[in-house]
Every structure is written in C-alpha cells, then in structure tokens.
C-alpha cells in the first residue's frame, strides 16, 4: 500500500472523528433574556371648564405626595393656567397658596368689543410675571397650551413661544375673550377642539397620560344666565372631541365639580382643590398598577 496514501487517509479519518466529537459536545444553554420594562413618560393631560380648574391643583397635590412623576403637561383653558404655573417650577402647595391669593379683577381687563368684553392681556401678563419671562421651551417641564384656530377649527398645541400669550390664545371663550392674534392667525379656547388635551401630551413624548377632566355633560339647566348657557353650549359642542380624548388616556380621573359653575366656584377655591385631591386618591390604585409596567423615577 502507498505509504502517502495511507497517511492521508489517517489524516481524513483524525478530522471526521474530531468533527464528529465536535458535534455531539454539550452546548452551553443560554441565559433567558430578562426583558426591561419601558421607561415611563408621564404625561398630564389638564382638561378646560373655566373656574372649575381649580380642582388640577388638588390633583397635583396627590400626584406629588405620591412620588408620581409628571414628565410633560399640556393644559386646556383652565387647565392650561394651572398646568403653565406648574411646569414653571411652582410645587402644588405654591399653586394652592397662588390660588387663596387670586381675585377675578387680577386676570379680567373688561373692553367694548364685538368679539368678546375680555381682552386677555391682563391673563397674559399675570402668566409671564407667573413664570418669569420664560417662553414655553425654556420651562423646566415640557408644556403645550392647547388653543383651536378660528379660521380652521383645527386643534394647535403651543409648545415653544410666549407662555402668557399661548394659555391667553388657550382660554379665550368665543364671545367672552376676544380672539388671541398668534403670528397673524386668530385662536380661541382649546375646549372646543381637545378639551382634554391627551393627544397634545403624547405628541410632547408621553407614553402614560394621566387625563384629568373636569368638564360637565350636557344636562338640563338647573340655572339660567348667560354663563350657564355658554357652558352648555361648549359641553355639547365638544362632547365627541372629549371622548376621542378620554379614549386615548392611560387613566383618567373626573372630580366631581359640576356644582360649582364655571364663574361661581371662583369663590369655591378652596372645595373645587378638595375634590381634585378625592378624586386623585380614588385613582391612584389604578395608576399605580398600571405604572408598575414601566420603569420610573419617583417625585
């Protein structure tokens, strides 16, 4: 037998028999991948209803008396004066003691005018003397004050510019304030087209919106005047816009301020912050159960 072919043959047989070893060797199992919760973006969504919106601020007071972090807000109306404040720096307890010390005469300028009695500089400035001069991206907290264009009826979330004059634009009532004038265009009250501003909070980077409606359903009046009508009339108008809104949410949470009117819990300050804090307590199993799904900071 040719001694080369012998030597190869031994060294094709050497290599089967390591490339068989090779393959009957136990493999090292693999670790299970242990997935990582998302980090959570909460945001807040603060709905419109004129002096009812006191009740955010008794929200806000739970909120942080439980470590949950507000990441973003976006204010309506009502909602975005209080959600303005806060995302400045103001804690709830500032915003509690800035609400004991406000009168209706500190944000009212009364005019003569087709389009509304109420100018809405005086709101302005109060929010910029509020927050510092700071326009709206400078805020330590993402915010967009949600208006509606007049023109288009198209919803418009501020979120860069003058603070005072985008929560102005935010509530300025059809027929009460007169429209806000932003770059040539015309904005009244976000109420009529997000009056729970939810899809504004999520397009600041939310992942976990917290709804907070304090908004009343259309029923039948209990008193007549011309307040009460408007409130009607605004109730009905958006009743679809709200619930595309709600629909959209994480939680929500609805204190239960419909007694107290749009202008006349003006006076009901204090009751209005009360039922904003009971109906964040009533909520707060549910939002922490549903945050457990996210990792998150505490506050």
């Known amino acids: ?24 060797s136990p493999s090292v199992p693999k670790q299970p991948t242990v997935q990582q919760k998302p980090q959570a973006v909460v945001g807040l969504a603060l709905g419109g209803g004129a002096s009812k919106g006191f009740a955010h601020i008794g929200v ?7 470590n949950i ?26 915003l509690e003691l800035e609400a004991e ?13 087709t389009t509304g009695f109420i100018k809405g500089q005086k709101l302005q400035d109060y929010i910029n003397r509020k927050v510092n001069q700071r326009p709206i991206q400078s805020l330590p907290i993402k915010f967009a004050a949600v208006a509606t ?17 985008a929560v102005r634009a935010s509530v300025s009532i059809p027929n009460v304030f007169q429209p806000a004038v932003i770059g040539g265009k015309r904005y009244v009250d976000g109420g009529l087209s997000a009056p729970v501003p939810v899809a504004a909070a999520k397009n600041l980077g939310a992942n976990f919106v917290i709804a907070v409606d304090i908004s009343a359903k259309p029923a039948k009046l209990s008193e007549a005047g011309f307040f009460s009508y408007l409130d009607q009339s605004l109730n009905i108008m958006s009743t679809a816009a709200l619930q595309r809104e709600l629909g959209n949410a994480d939680v929500v949470i609805k204190p239960q301020v419909q007694h107290l009117g ?23 199993p549910e939002i922490k159960r549903k945050l457990s799904a996210y990792r998150y900071t505490a506050r």
């Open 1 to 24: 037998m040719n001694k080369g072919y012998t030597r190869r043959g031994l060294l094709a047989a050497s290599v089967f028999i390591l490339a068989a070893c090779g393959t009957t």
């Open 60 to 66: 806000l007071k739970v909120l942080k008396a439980n």
């Open 69 to 94: 972090p507000v990441n973003v807000v976006a204010g309506t109306s009502a909602g975005s004066i209080v959600g303005s404040l806060y995302a400045s720096g103001m804690s709830p307890d500032r």
């Open 101 to 113: 010390i406000l009168g209706k005469t500190d944000l009212v300028d009364l005019t003569l005018s």
């Open 149 to 165: 264009d007049l023109d288009s009826g198209r919803m418009v979330a501020f979120n860069r510019g003058n603070t005072g004059q």
């Open 262 to 284: 749009s202008v006349g819990g003006f006076d009901q300050k204090t009751e209005a912050i009360k039922l904003g804090e009971k109906a964040a307590l009533a909520a707060l």
